[in-house]
């Protein structure tokens, strides 16, 4: 074995291990940069970001990783807010507990669009899912729980834990932004581990996915499921944030926003537009 063929793969061994130092460090410093930023900034305008910045790496995982392009997001994301903002208000639950019924919400609603969408590919899949947005829109308008145009109103952010007062702006700050770090670490996780690398294969070419033994209607529907909980995850939060859930929520001018968030940070990167995870050295 010659000098030059063993030197090689040590060096994109040191590569690799580089790459992924880089990253941990630029994860904490982006870390340190969000619990300083309140001071800076104004903290709502922040919250408002982190939100919106997890419904867009929810909606990344599906159109990115998967190839899916759905319209109809905006269904995960305001029904997710419609049911935390009634939890709160009406029920009387914490908001820990009103922000997990409104995500356990949206992952129900995304295994039943799934179920219907994911038999399709391409625009017509795109069509299926923005027609069954609609629905959720037009019983968010008619149902007597949303209050139709108006929607809910002063919901109270109350104690998270019964520890943590939410009423103040910097815990609700940093709250939302563990959420963030939550839900971007499980975006992180699914994109690099054998299920993301399979899903990247299906994406690219199906066909081949399936002679090699996997089931990809399987893989787009667990993938499908991740992003509507990610996404009612935002929404939720959201509400709670703005004490409000409307039907811009669940429009699906909404929808679009997403699409765009998302292709403007560069579909299929994990951290916007500066380099393609499944391309990348750290891969």
């Known amino acids: ?11 994109a061994a040191r590569e690799k291990v580089m790459c992924r130092s880089n990253v941990k460090l630029g994860f904490v410093v982006a870390i340190m940069v969000g619990i300083a930023a309140p001071f800076v900034v104004y903290p709502v ?3 408002k970001v982190l939100c919106f910045g997890l419904f867009a790496c929810a909606f990344n995982l599906l159109i990115g990783y998967a190839g899916l392009l759905s319209f109809g997001h905006a269904a995960f994301f305001g029904s997710a807010a419609y049911v935390t903002g009634h939890a709160l208000k009406v029920w009387g639950l914490p908001p820990e507990l009103g922000i997990l019924l409104g995500t356990l919400t949206s992952i129900l609603l995304g295994s039943a669009f799934g179920l219907v969408a994911i038999r399709r590919q391409g625009i017509y899949f795109a069509m299926i899912t923005l027609a069954l947005s609609q629905l959720i829109y037009f019983l968010a308008l008619q149902l ?7 929607g809910i109103q002063e919901i109270p952010r109350g104690y998270l834990f019964g520890v943590l007062d939410l009423r103040n702006t910097y815990a609700m700050y940093y709250t939302v932004l563990a959420i963030f770090i939550f839900g971007f670490g499980v975006v992180w996780r699914t994109v690099h581990s054998p299920f993301g690398h399979a899903l990247r294969g299906i994406r690219d070419n199906e066909a081949r996915a399936i002679s ?3 089931r990809a209607e399987r893989f787009k529907l667990v993938v499908f499921v991740l992003s509507a909980g990610l996404s009612g995850l935002a929404g939720a939060t959201k509400s709670l944030v703005f004490q409000l859930a409307t039907l811009t929520d669940v429009t699906w001018q909404m929808s679009g926003e997403v699409v765009l968030m998302t292709l403007l940070g560069g579909d299929g990167y994990a951290y916007g537009s500066g380099g393609r995870s499944g391309s990348s050295a750290c891969a």
């Open 1 to 11: 074995m010659s000098v030059q063929s063993t030197a090689e793969p040590r060096a």
């Open 144 to 150: 007597p729980f949303t209050h139709g145009e108006d």
């Open 45 to 47: 305008f922040l919250m």
């Open 212 to 214: 090699l033994g996997y």
